[in-house]
């Protein structure tokens, strides 16, 4: 069969992307793939048609070559197209590259045994350093550009397979300081930074160095300098490209593992440097992506200050670009404290507010920004980690613009609330002013009793209603603690649902979600005002669906009173079982008296068979079950479908007895207090069952790379009631990071089923992991602890801080907290303080001159990430006094 013509293959394009999946399974799917790659060949298509041939091969390569053998076959092929093309200047070129590389990767076919991999990988490495492949590769002038391709090639490659050109770092800082500012420096750039960071995150796992890898400049030959055995040790796909900036990488790397040795730091150093100085020369988005990708590889790693980011810092803190002001955030929220200043932190802040502020912002724009304010990565932030708060240096007084509005878009107005709200949780001075007219708590009453109305229109559209009810969700979790706002609201929802009942189902899902401080007030509210309204009212179907859900044993009267009154208009099925489903919610709650001859009325009463059988049932049940066994009764039904076969349920229960079956666990565990002894930090694990358990396991699971795998723990019997002995469970900290415990129990239950359950995370808090230094001789403590403080210099830092002090003062603080660690008391204003951090850090504090309301603060450590640890620790010492 001969190639194809020009129509016939728009045809089959066209009939393909309508539905890649049908196309496939037709009788023309099979050789679609190898057709393509014949007529790629073909003299008698155009250029233009080859390109949407490869097109489609970029875009659908797993559905053309499902697997690997048939990816390698198309790959060769490929590449085989690509030295056949004349010498003269080609469209496919840099098409045929792209594809090559797709197939084999798409294809799972990138291995050390692949002939198409060997092919491929050295002609790429060729391409990005300017070799002469031969005539067939084009002229001169198409050098470049293909050089740019082979430079997207590798990338995706060593985004694919991390590791893989970790031999290759010093070839490409060769490379980079050869490119001038006409060059392909913008992908050249970014391979290098991708390549960087994947390679010190795998030698990190692996607790390797860096090997020379930085300054060894490889040969592309067909052998090396590919590193399969660093791609291998890559396992997992790291991701290249930063989503957001939050405080905590959960899947942070263990980089403090990697230690360089000093030669290798300072061509790491270059290496960065090096990067960063040509960054201005890149697109803004290509910019972010470098700085993300060289913050993440240095946090964390020792002997490498963020000083190095200082530079840029200077050039982007009075950036419009968006994308380059989400990187600095991010740069910020992975150093912290550590390259930014307060002086910075408030430069941020002030242009983020006066930026959101615009009036010709764009949508997206306005939302990014008001969303970085919401987010915004604090220095120092005052409440637990986790807690929406707006950032300290925030001034009300910078964001009275940014006050929300009936006039904003939804999202708009939702997210300026959003910031309203914060800042009201954090104003102290909520008495103040609520008189006056022009003070944010008044101007908030009257934006939601707005919200209200629009809601409350008949026949308004749906979204006003669904704006409203987010919005009080929205007031209500950000100022769950202040009834002066709560209780207005309260009665404002109660008027909307009584103005337009047919919201019932928007109401029912708002109580589920909001939080008892909103939810019970309103529950109580909206009962009193359903049982109110007339039982024949044209809502009866939305009241009878609120009372279902509101329903309780306050004023059970007058719910009575009125399911009563309203089952004489109950006629339809619907209605009928929406008056069951109130009475059933009036079981479940406990109601008695006067329920059972609603029920037998019911019974009686109700056309339909179907309503009359579940009133019957409702009233057997009422007359025989106590109240605990009515509400499992009426629970969520665990009973397994009814067998046809007695044998078939023997032979379930058989296997049952002999499956590990998922349970509720009866097991509860909390971390006890601290103990300092021995070589590393150990946990105290009390346990308390409620149920005897037998043959327990526990499974620990640390979050993240920042601990070694932990062995589990086995006990052999536990019973309720009966004092047991703490669990001690040993930390290999490889880090000292807080993290949390995924716990898993294995158990025996005294049926003798064997049960499995997931326990509560527990936390490992940063104090968790402090230890003491050997003691010193008696009477050579200062000199100990001076040596330690002069060693954690020019390798470490220091730092100084406040630490307020509580009202028993700083001797009752250091005795509750510090005492194992004091190295010199001079009670009771100074103390100098001595901790280990595992694996390999020490943490050293001098508290001298104490005052009445805080002692100020200086400590040293050689591991500068903790400082932001430290600083929110000694913060927390006297709250938790």
């Not at 499995?756 to 936390?763: G, Q």
Request: glycine share 8%; hydrophobic share 45%.
């Amino acid at each position: 069969m001969g190639p194809l013509s020009r129509e016939t293959w728009a045809q089959r394009l066209g009939a393909f992307r309508a539905s890649p999946s049908a196309f496939m399974a037709g009788p023309e799917g099979e050789d679609l793939g190898r057709d393509l790659l014949n007529d790629l060949r073909s003299e008698k298509l155009s250029e233009q048609t080859k390109v949407s041939l490869l097109a489609l091969s970029l875009e659908y390569p797993a559905q053309l070559w499902p697997d690997a053998p048939a990816a390698e076959a198309a790959a060769t092929s490929l590449l085989d197209t690509l030295v056949l093309l004349p010498p003269r200047p080609s469209a496919l070129r840099r098409p045929l590259l792209l594809a090559a590389t797709t197939v084999l990767v798409a294809g799972g076919a990138l291995s050390p045994t692949s002939a198409a991999s060997l092919r491929l990988l050295p002609l790429l490495l060729g391409l990005a350093t300017g070799r002469d492949l031969g005539r067939g590769f084009g002229p001169s002038l198409e050098q470049r550009p293909l050089q740019a391709t082979a430079y997207e090639c590798l990338r995706e490659l060593e985004s694919c397979r991390p590791g893989l050109l970790g031999g290759c770092l010093g070839l490409l800082r060769g490379l980079l300081g050869q490119e001038g500012p006409v060059g392909p420096i913008q992908p050249l750039s970014l391979l290098l930074a991708l390549a960087l960071r994947n390679t010190l995150v795998i030698q990190a796992r692996a607790r390797a160095s860096l090997q020379g890898l930085l300054t060894v400049r490889a040969s592309p030959t067909a052998s090396g300098p590919w590193n399969w055995t660093l791609a291998e040790e890559g396992g997992a796909h790291l991701q290249p490209q930063a989503p957001s900036w939050p405080a905590v990488e959960k899947d942070e790397c263990g980089l403090s593992a990697l230690k360089p040795d000093p030669e290798e730091a300072r061509e790491l150093r270059a290496a960065v440097a090096q990067l960063l100085d040509t960054s201005y020369l890149l697109t803004p988005v290509a910019q972010a992506q470098l700085l993300w990708l060289l913050g993440w590889a240095l946090r964390g790693l020792r002997g490498q200050p963020p000083v190095l980011f200082k530079p840029q810092l200077v050039r982007l803190l009075g950036t419009a670009q968006l994308t380059l002001l989400h990187a600095v955030l991010a740069l910020k929220a992975a150093f912290g404290e550590a390259l930014f200043t307060a002086q910075d932190e408030a430069l941020l802040l002030r242009r983020l507010t006066v930026a959101a502020q615009h009036p010709a912002l764009p949508l997206p724009t306005h939302l990014f920004y008001l969303h970085c304010l919401l987010s915004f990565p604090e220095n120092c932030p005052l409440g637990p980690t986790g807690e929406e708060a707006t950032p300290l240096l925030l001034e009300p007084q910078l964001c009275r613009g940014l006050l929300p509005s009936l006039l904003h878009d939804p999202m708009a107005l939702l997210a300026r609330l959003h910031l309203l709200c914060l800042l009201l949780c954090a104003d102290n001075r909520e008495e103040e002013g609520r008189g006056q007219g022009q003070s944010p708590w008044h101007y908030l009453e009257e934006l939601l009793d707005g919200l209200q109305q629009r809601a409350a229109l008949s026949g308004g559209p749906r979204a006003l209603a669904t704006l409203c009810f987010q919005a009080s969700y929205l007031v209500a979790r950000c100022l769950a603690g202040q009834p002066t706002v709560l209780t207005p609201l309260t009665h404002g929802l109660a008027q909307l649902y009584l103005a337009r009942p047919a919201l019932a189902p928007h109401f029912v899902d708002f109580l589920d979600r909001v939080g008892p401080e909103l939810g019970e007030p309103l529950r109580v509210v909206l009962q009193q005002e359903v049982v109110s309204r007339p039982s024949g009212d044209e809502a009866l179907r939305w009241h009878l669906q609120m009372l279902a859900k509101v329903a309780d044993k306050d004023a059970q009267s007058a719910t009575l009173s009125f399911l009563h009154a309203a089952a004489a208009h109950c006629t339809d099925w619907g209605l009928q079982q929406a008056l069951l489903r109130a009475c059933r919610a009036l079981l479940r709650v406990g109601v008695r008296e006067g329920l059972a001859d609603l029920l037998q009325a019911l019974a009686r009463q109700l056309k339909d068979p179907d309503g009359r059988d579940h009133a019957r049932l409702y009233y057997i049940l009422l007359g025989h079950l106590c109240e605990p066994k009515l509400a499992v009764a009426l629970g969520p039904s665990l009973a397994a479908p009814a067998l046809a076969s007695s044998l078939v349920a023997e032979n379930q229960g058989f296997a049952t007895a002999l499956m590990v079956q998922e349970a509720p666990a009866p097991i509860r565990l909390s971390v006890g207090p601290y103990r300092v002894k021995g070589p590393t930090p150990v946990l105290q694990l009390l346990v308390e069952v409620l149920e005897p358990v037998y043959s327990l396991e526990l499974r620990f699971r640390v979050d993240g790379q920042l601990c070694a795998p932990l062995e589990a723990v086995h006990v052999p019997c536990l019973c309720p009631g009966r004092p047991t002995q703490p669990l001690l469970l040993p930390l290999q900290p490889r880090r000292p990071a807080p993290t949390q415990l995924d716990i898993r129990a294995l158990y025996t239950k005294s049926t003798g089923l064997t049960c499995y359950a997931h326990l509560p995370p527990l936390p490992v808090k940063f104090a968790d992991l402090f230890l003491p230094f050997p003691p010193p001789p008696q009477g050579a403590g200062l000199g100990f602890f001076e040596e330690l403080w002069d060693s954690c210099l020019p390798e470490g830092t220091e730092s100084r801080l406040w630490c307020p002090l509580g009202p028993l003062g700083l001797e009752a603080l250091v005795s509750r907290h510090l005492e194992p660690f004091v190295v010199v008391a001079q009670p009771p204003t100074s103390y100098h303080v001595a901790i280990r951090l595992p694996p390999d850090s020490r943490l050293l504090l001098r508290l001298e001159a104490a005052q009445e309301d805080g002692v100020p603060v200086v400590l040293r450590t050689n591991d500068w990430t903790v400082l932001p640890l430290v600083g929110d620790y000694l913060r927390g010492l006297a709250a938790a006094l």
